[in-house]
């Protein structure tokens, strides 16, 4: 029975017995030429985007704000350097994490624990930040947490200065639920950048909001518009866009007008900021 010849032995046969030389030589030539022409027309839209970007005047809603994201500051995610690099630098909010270890402590944590010396302890965190006034924002990995992070909240006198983020709407019940109730909490979703142009879509976001209490829409940068922010501004409610950390995506969001920013580069979007247009 004839040997089996793969598709891939069969064009290298090919290439063998009809590629000349010189051809070959001009083909190599081709798909670099090609390769170098992709490269170049990428780099000059994304120069004209940005350069799109700049020439807009740059305008903030009112109570803008920029949150520091865990492990900011070329620190360990959810650790006391973390927080401690943070408030170094004088953010206006912070963000954590939030889990229970299986004795039930509270820790800053963005994956599950199961051991019980894992995760720092939310009342060493706490104990840090008495001692600033930055906001808040607590992302919630584990429902169960709420009832015990109420009473930490009011025992550390942080109460006035918290938020709740990661909440989805299997978890809302749950919020409502909890001791947590009376806390402003945004909601996570992932709006569709293209559905949002429709009537239909804008009203069911509009429905979503009024459903659940949220104070606004919390999402990832890649499903955050203006056409978005426009709607939920318009109807009282605010976006808060997650994790912006390229330059590009800063001033994509910047002209979007949300009403929070979430980075791990604090220092880069601020010096965005400063320096627009120039």
Known sequence: MAEKVSRWRKFKRFLKRNMTPTWAKHFSYQVISFLLSVCLVVGVMGYAVNKSYDERTLSFVQGFTVTAHTGAFDTPENSLESVR???ANNVEI??????????????????????????????EVFALLQQDDCLINLDIKETRTLDQLHDMLVEYNLLSRAFLTGIDQLNVNAVKESACADMDYYLNCQPSRIKIFTDDYKQRILDLMEETGAIGVNCNYKYASATLSNLLHDNGYKLSVWTVNSTF???????????NITTKEYAKLMSVIENWGE
Do not use: C, Y
Not at 250 to 259: C, E, I, S, Y
């Open 249 to 259: 995506e800063m001033k994509r969001m910047l002209v979007a007008r949300p009403d």
């Open 94 to 123: 912070i963000e954590i994490d939030i889990r229970q270890r299986p004795d039930k402590t509270l820790v800053i944590s963005h994956d599950i624990v199961v051991m019980n010396n894992e995760g720092t302890p939310l009342s």
């Open 85 to 87: 690099a943070a408030v």
